[in-house]
C-alpha cells in the first residue's frame, strides 16, 4: 500500500469484538493502512458521495486503521494512466466503465454496453448481477486485477449536441462526437455513420468548448455534474447504450491486506454501489427538468431506425465474432436475440 503496513500481527477482529461489546475504540492518530481510491466522475455526482461515505465506514469499523482516500474528477490523472498506475500498485482502487479504457485490456468487458442492448434498469440488473457480471469478473480476474462484487451504474447514455438536432441516423452523418476510448464506442458511432474522436472524459468539457468535436454522449448525471450543458445545446434521447463502472483492485495491493480488512472494505464498496443505483435511478426522473431549465433542449426520436442501422451495418455480428459464442449466448439468454 502508499504507507507502510505493519504486518505484524495487524487484524481487526478485536475492533470489532470491542465495538459488538458496546466499547468505544480510540481511534489511531494516523491509520496502518491507507489506500488509494481513484475514478473520472465529479465532486458532485452520487459515486463520489457515496464513495465518501464507504471510506467513512471503512475507517470507523477498522477503528481508524483503514484509511480509504477517494480521488474523484482525475485528480490522480486520465483513465489510461489511472489504469496504468492501478496495474502497477500506485492506485489502490479504481471505477472504471468496462466499455472504457478496461476493454483495452479485458475486451470481453465491455460486452453490456452493446447498442440498444437492455429496454430497462429490471433487465441491467438481472443480467450484470447475475450469470454475464459473474462471467466478466472472472475475465477480469485473470488480467490481475480484483473485481469487486457489484458494478456501479453510470446511467444510460444520451447524446447531445452543440448545433443540431439529432433525429435519425441521418443526423449523425459525418458527426463529430467525442467517445471515450474504448472500440466498442468507436465501432457503434462508425456504424452509425458518425465521426468518433476517443476523448478520455478530463479532456471533453474543453474538447466541446472549442469545437474539437461538436456532440458528445453521457448519461444525464454526467451532463449535469460535468456542467455539458454550458457547452451543449441539444439533447436526444437515446438510451443507445447503458454503462456502468466495475470496481477493480490491484491484485498484489489487495492480497497483501488481511483478511478481515479486505472483507470489510469489499463489504462497504459494494454497499455503496447499491445506493449509488438508487441515487442514478431517482436522478434519471428528476434531471431532465433541471437540465431544461439550464437551457438544454431535449428531444426523444425513434429508436428503431438506429437499431436498424447498426444491424444492417453488421454491427452485432461483427461484435458476435469477437465476443465469442460463450459470453453472446449468455448475453442473449438475459436480453433476447440481437441482430
Given at each position: 500500500m502508499h504507507k507502510a503496513i505493519s504486518r505484524r500481527t495487524f487484524s481487526i477482529g478485536l475492533g470489532g469484538t470491542a465495538a459488538a461489546l458496546g466499547l468505544r475504540a480510540r481511534p489511531a492518530k494516523a491509520a496502518d493502512i491507507t489506500?488509494?481510491?481513484?475514478?473520472?466522475?465529479?465532486?458532485?455526482h452520487p459515486i463520489t458521495t457515496r464513495s465518501r461515505e464507504a471510506a467513512a465506514r471503512i475507517l470507523a469499523e477498522t477503528n481508524g486503521k483503514v484509511e480509504v482516500r477517494v480521488f474523484p474528477n482525475n485528480q490522480?490523472?486520465?483513465?489510461?494512466?489511472m489504469l496504468s498506475q492501478t496495474r502497477a500498485g500506485g492506485i489502490d482502487l479504481f471505477l472504471n466503465s468496462g466499455i472504457n479504457v478496461l476493454s483495452t485490456i479485458v475486451p470481453s468487458a465491455s460486452i453490456y454496453g452493446l447498442g440498444f442492448l437492455f429496454p430497462d434498469y429490471a433487465?441491467?440488473?438481472?443480467?450484470m448481477d447475475g450469470e454475464l457480471g459473474a462471467a466478466l469478473r472472472a475475465r477480469i480476474a485473470k488480467a490481475n486485477l480484483i473485481p469487486m462484487e457489484?458494478?456501479?451504474?453510470?446511467?444510460?447514455?444520451?447524446?447531445?449536441?452543440?448545433?443540431?438536432?439529432?433525429?435519425?441516423?441521418?443526423?449523425?452523418?459525418n458527426f463529430k462526437i467525442r467517445v471515450p476510448v474504448g472500440a466498442l464506442w468507436t465501432s457503434m458511432?462508425?456504424?452509425?455513420?458518425?465521426?468518433?474522436?476517443?476523448?478520455n472524459y478530463n479532456e471533453l468539457y474543453s474538447a466541446l468548448q472549442t469545437?474539437?468535436?461538436?456532440?458528445?454522449e453521457n448519461s444525464l448525471a454526467n451532463i449535469f455534474t460535468a456542467n455539458l450543458f454550458e457547452v451543449q445545446r441539444y439533447c436526444a434521447i437515446t438510451n443507445h447504450m447503458w454503462d456502468a463502472f466495475f470496481c477493480v483492485a490491484n491484485k498484489r495491493n489487495w492480497e497483501a491486506l488481511p483478511v478481515d480488512v479486505r472483507e470489510i472494505v469489499a463489504k462497504n464498496i459494494n454497499l455503496a454501489a447499491l445506493a449509488e443505483r438508487e441515487d442514478m435511478a431517482k436522478l434519471?426522473?428528476?434531471?431532465?427538468?433541471?437540465?431544461?431549465?439550464?437551457?438544454?433542449?431535449?428531444?426523444?426520436?425513434?429508436?428503431a431506425p438506429f437499431r436498424a442501422a447498426l444491424r444492417d451495418a453488421g454491427f452485432y455480428t461483427d461484435w458476435r465474432k469477437r465476443f465469442g459464442e460463450e459470453l453472446w449466448g449468455i448475453l442473449e439468454r438475459n436480453v433476447g436475440p440481437l441482430g
Open positions: 489506500l488509494k481510491f481513484a475514478f473520472n466522475l465529479a465532486e458532485s490522480l490523472g486520465g483513465d489510461t494512466d433487465t441491467v440488473w438481472k443480467t457489484k458494478m456501479w451504474d453510470n446511467g444510460f447514455r444520451q447524446i447531445t449536441t452543440s448545433s443540431k438536432v439529432i433525429n435519425s441516423p441521418a443526423d449523425l452523418k458511432f462508425q456504424a452509425l455513420g458518425a465521426a468518433p474522436t476517443s476523448i469545437k474539437v468535436v461538436d456532440g458528445q434519471s426522473t428528476t434531471l431532465k427538468d433541471t437540465l431544461t431549465a439550464k437551457g438544454l433542449v431535449f428531444n426523444e426520436p425513434d429508436i
